[in-house]
């Protein structure tokens, strides 16, 4: 089974992990922390982190499409 899939960043403020949708890392749409209810928006030029993820998540993307 194959599970787990969904980027996530952690919360500056509690570090709760917040799951992330492609338009939060595009930094179209904020993600809300259910930890504290900090809403964050991810900017690109600012944080490379999101980045690292997105590329994490396009080699599970493609270990799912057996390109491995
Ligand atoms: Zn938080």
């Keep these: 089974m194959y599970q787990g899939s ?3 960043i952690s919360c ?12 939060v890392l595009f930094g179209a749409a904020q993600a809300l ?21 997105l590329e994490e998540f396009m080699t599970e993307v493609n270990k799912i499409k057996g390109i491995n």
């Design 6 to 8: 969904s980027p996530k």
């Design 12 to 23: 500056p403020h509690c570090q709760t992990p917040i799951v992330v949708s492609l338009d």
């Design 33 to 53: 922390c259910n930890g504290c209810g900090s809403t964050l928006k991810v900017n690109q030029e600012k944080n490379r982190e999101p980045l690292q993820l």
